[in-house]
């Protein structure tokens, strides 16, 4: 069974430059999950997907960050315009959904703004 | 501030001992609490779960402890081998005001195996 895909693997973008981040979950996960992880850090929510509904985008940066999962399936995460502080990794996560269920993560996207 | 964290920021152990991960968390709604394993350049891999019902689980040369009268989890990993060493993080799964289901993590252990 193929795991959480994300790609690219690997974004270099001017600062003030968008950017866009796609994630296709583990088939069948209704439940997904944007993470930032800086280094040396663990990773932070941004926001949460059941289905196509975003139930939790609370630590979403609303002002430069969106994020969309149209059809309740993959999803896209856009930073318009990006900032050198948005350099991190960007994870995504799917899970069954409901509280307590396992949740499995993709290889990430590392993001350097320059 | 963080909710969950953990003590150590690295461990050192030799090949073939046995590990042991603390992480404290100051949630005591949290009840569902989840420990991953992140080799470096991938994602996060789950290890291990443990429930609030439960105070011990074991898999496979893992064992996770849960002490909810003093907010303490901890991983232990028998015998361990090169292919341990890597970043652990704990993690809690809480019902907060917000209704934020995700998992908040703590900052990780990088855990050294020596030969």
């Known amino acids: 069974e193929a795991g959480v895909v994300q790609s690219p693997r690997y974004k270099i973008i001017e600062k003030k430059q968008p950017v866009a981040f796609w994630c296709n979950p583990i088939?069948?996960?209704?439940?997904l999950y944007w993470y930032l992880q800086n280094l040396g850090q663990g990773p932070e929510l941004l926001i949460r997907?059941?289905?196509?509904?975003?139930?939790?985008d609370s630590q979403l940066p609303k002002d430069r960050f969106s994020a969309e999962r149209l059809k309740g399936v993959d999803s896209t995460l856009k930073i318009q315009p990006a900032e050198l502080g948005d350099s991190a990794v960007y994870l995504c996560a799917s899970s069954l959904g409901g509280r307590g269920t396992e949740a499995f993560f993709g290889q990430g996207t590392r993001l350097t703004v320059v | 501030g963080e909710s969950v964290g953990l003590h150590l920021p690295t461990l050192s152990v030799q090949e073939g001992d046995n590990s042991i991960i603390n992480c404290a968390y100051s949630?005591?709604?949290?009840?569902?609490f989840i420990w991953y394993k992140q080799e470096s350049g991938k994602g996060p891999q789950f290890i291990i779960d443990?429930?609030?019902?439960?105070d011990k689980r074991q898999g496979q040369r893992v064992t996770v402890l849960l002490n909810k009268t003093v907010k303490h989890l901890s991983l232990q990993i028998a015998a361990t081998q090169p292919g341990d060493s890597a970043v652990y993080f704990c993690a809690e799964n809480y019902r907060g005001g917000g209704g934020a289901d995700g998992l908040t993590f703590g900052k990780g252990t990088h855990l050294i195996i020596q030969p």
């Open positions: 997907y059941e289905n196509e509904e975003a139930v939790d």
């Open positions: 949630n005591s709604a949290s009840d569902y």
């Open positions: 443990i429930r609030s019902n439960m």
């Open positions: 088939s069948g996960h209704n439940t």
